[in-house]
């Protein structure tokens, strides 16, 4: 068999779900309310009495982006307010289990497991094609159907091409294909649905390995009747392991003499760096802010690990295509009913009107959750898994990273631009809050620029954003920021957030041009991730991280030498920018790091 | 008690609110001098000049004007009103002599 890059991992275990605490969730709700309250204050006092009358070109933008920033605050609040798992029972194994037979026969309960590929090495497939298979499940009479949805067409047609067929046959699966590509991944389950017959269905993408007891730990939930469908953590087992820094600085410099080595080792052996280099673990967004929104809920689907009821899917595609059907059909009648002409068109048009189970769209999974949650005549529920069920392959270069992100960037902002979900009827006030977070968070390049160029300016103006960085400054500053630390620490506790914290600011240019992009109207491009090692130049990811770091450390020294000199008008503003610009220069970093990192291997 | 556990979670959350807004409010009366470093500067009978001439008024309202402006931070603030505080003592003591 292939050996692969991540081979080296397939021991490593997943993590366990934070166990829900009633006492943790009342401190964290404590604290939130005393942080909001904290902020409301820091922000009023900010606007009334701190803006610097000489320089409100710069205090206002500043200003702003702090608002805009602690509606983020408020909004995460309320996404962390409380856990509210759903009650795990034994597998399903008649469909009267899970649905009104209205009239029809009992029989045990169909369940399909759906792989999607479209370009990715045949043997990679295999992989997740045999952990489907290893699958348990505690009722033989219950048929579980493993498919090959391939999107690119490998059936052996192509001599250029791996043959996709041939090794779905060889695992004795099922193998479907279509001729188009419409609708791309969304369509290419609407073909799979097509041909297929589960009451149940798993969704799965090419690198998602099944564990085990994914269908008998997660097919009981279907016994609510409401619920539309499961998702369960991706879990990236691959993401890079932590380095000793006396390693990294060793191999960087080429050094083996013992001599240097040994002081390095002693020095620097103990702190550890490099780990998930990209930042592509994803616990902080499973195991809090989705399996949080169970709450509301508002969890949504994330395509590759989830569970889903064909009836609900189904209901909402044939109600999607009925109205589609009348309101082309007012169209045509109010043009010209009577033509020859129109008639024929009439029927084209009604013949080209199609079943779409998943919305057609970059961002699919989210947009057919939006609508299955508007859903007024069925009210569906959804449910985030807190186990983990299944382990995916995480992107392995900068380059593939942030075209994964701008491809989810630019799905979010584009359903904001065209259907934005606050404005949906159907949706609940609280299902309405948790999308717009979702598509806030999106917004965040915009203040985290601010955030990052206001030092700089200070620097080379040495005029400040607030009237001085004084007592008042630090009195209502930071019992804010100290509140939300701890609110945070609370409502993520046992994760770590460094990383994501990181990305959360670095990532700003590449949100930002996605933000650009879509308020252009550019149509939202499929691309499929890379799961292997590209060798893309990554230098236009960092251009401007490497530009605001250079314009930092230079304002800094401009600044000592003024204060050496005697000349610097506000020391205390210059020591506030530092430190500020300090930890916007780290986690700037990261993505540099991330740019230049070639693996331990390597 | 079984009875009245309902209201638990609201009697917390009022409580939470009143928590919050009593900080707020505390937080914005809180003054340098209540960290004990410094003296009530204003109102220390001991340290302030008796009779402050004419031309040190005007020389403490422009420390004030620069503080709000932000020509001054608090810590030039302090050392600029400890000088003048200084200087005033040591002219009141001159005069007593």
């Not at chain 1, 497991?113 to 298979?133: G, M, P, Q, W």
């Not at chain 1, 203040?447 to 300016?457: A, D, H, M, T």
């Not at chain 2, 979670?9 to 009143?18: D, G, Q, S, V, Y």
């Not at chain 2, 500067?41 to 008024?57: A, H, L, T, W």
Request: with cysteine.
């Amino acid at each position: 068999m292939k050996q692969f890059y991540f081979s080296k991992f397939d021991n490593r275990k997943p993590y366990k779900a934070i166990p829900d605490n009633k006492y943790r969730t009342l401190l964290f709700q404590f604290f939130g309310i005393v942080t909001i309250a904290l902020g409301f204050s820091y922000i009023c006092w900010r606007w009334s009495h701190s803006l610097n009358p000489d320089a409100l070109w710069f205090a206002i933008p500043l200003v702003t982006a702090e608002t805009l920033s602690y509606l983020s605050t408020i909004l995460i609040v309320i996404n962390f307010w409380s856990y509210k798992d759903a009650k795990k029972s034994a597998p399903v194994h008649y469909l009267s289990e899970i649905e009104d037979l209205q009239e029809r026969t009992d029989r045990p309960v169909r369940i399909d497991v759906f792989i999607a590929t479209y370009n990715e090495d045949v043997e990679l497939v295999r992989l997740s094609i045999i952990d489907a298979k290893k699958m348990n499940y505690p009722y033989a009479d219950v048929p579980i159907k493993i498919y090959v949805l391939d999107d690119g067409r490998r059936d052996g047609r192509d001599p250029n091409k791996q043959n996709m067929k041939e090794v779905a046959e060889q695992e004795g699966v099922g193998y479907l294909i279509r001729e188009h590509n419409e609708g791309y991944k969304a369509g290419n389950l609407k073909n799979g649905l097509q041909h297929t017959n589960g009451d149940i269905f798993v969704i799965l993408d090419a690198d998602t390995r099944p564990l085990p007891d994914f269908l008998v730990n997660t097919s009981g939930y279907f016994r609510n009747r409401k619920l539309a469908w499961i998702q369960t953590p991706q879990w990236f087992y691959d993401t890079t392991e932590a380095e000793s820094l006396s390693n990294v600085i060793k191999s960087k410099l080429k050094v083996s003499n013992k001599f240097i080595t040994k002081p390095l080792d002693v020095l620097f052996g103990k702190i550890e760096v490099n780990e998930d280099i990209f930042g592509n673990d994803p616990r902080l967004f499973y195991d809090v802010i989705l399996r949080k929104r169970n709450y509301y809920n508002a969890a949504f689907c994330c395509g590759a690990g989830s569970f889903h009821r064909r009836e609900a899917v189904m209901s909402l595609a044939l109600k999607d295509f009925a109205e589609g059907l009348k309101k082309r059909h007012r169209e045509l009648v109010h043009e010209d009913a009577g033509s020859t002409g129109a008639i024929q068109q009439k029927k084209e048009l009604l013949s080209h009107q199609q079943i779409i189970p998943f919305k057609f769209h970059a961002s699919e999974d989210i947009y057919t959750s939006i609508m299955l949650h508007a859903d007024k005549d069925n009210r569906w529920e959804s449910l985030q898994h807190p186990d983990i069920e299944c382990k995916m392959l995480s992107t392995q270069d900068l380059d593939s990273w942030i075209k994964q992100h701008q491809r989810y960037a630019e799905g979010s902002l584009d359903i904001a631009f065209k259907d934005n979900p606050v404005f949906k009827k159907g949706l609940t006030f609280w299902q309405k809050v948790c999308y717009f977070n979702t598509i806030w968070s999106y917004f965040a390049p915009l203040w985290i620029l601010v955030f990052l160029l206001s030092p700089i300016v200070f620097f080379f103006t040495l005029q400040l954003p607030v009237q001085a960085y004084s007592f008042e400054f630090f009195k209502y500053f930071l019992p804010f920021q100290i509140m939300n630390t701890i609110t945070i620490t609370l409502g993520a506790w046992g994760i770590a957030t460094k990383r994501g914290d990181q990305y959360y600011i670095s990532s700003f240019w590449f949100m930002l041009l996605s933000l650009i992009s879509v308020v252009r109207g550019k149509k939202v491009q499929f691309n499929v991730t890379p799961k292997d090692k590209a060798n893309a130049k990554n230098t236009q990811h960092i251009m401007p991280h490497i530009i605001i770091i250079a314009l930092s450390l230079t304002g800094i020294t401009y600044n000592v030498i003024l204060l050496l000199l005697g000349y610097h008008p506000t020391p205390s503003g210059f020591a506030a920018n530092t430190f500020w610009t300090i930890f916007n220069i780290i986690d700037l970093s990261v993505m540099i790091r991330a740019a230049k990192w070639k693996g331990s291997d390597e | 008690m079984k009875d009245y556990k309902f209201l638990l979670k609201p009697t917390f959350f009022i409580f939470n609110l009143l928590f919050a807004t009593w900080l707020v409010l505390k937080i914005e009366k809180v003054s340098p001098s209540d960290f004990g470093r410094y003296e009530k500067m204003f109102e220390s009978g001991e340290i302030r000049p008796e009779n402050v001439p004419q031309y040190d008024k005007y020389y403490l309202k422009k420390l004030a004007d620069d503080y709000k402006s932000g020509i001054l931070d608090s810590a030039m603030f302090d050392l600029q009103l400890e000088k003048f505080i200084d200087a005033a003592r040591k002219k009141a003591v001159t005069a007593g002599k």
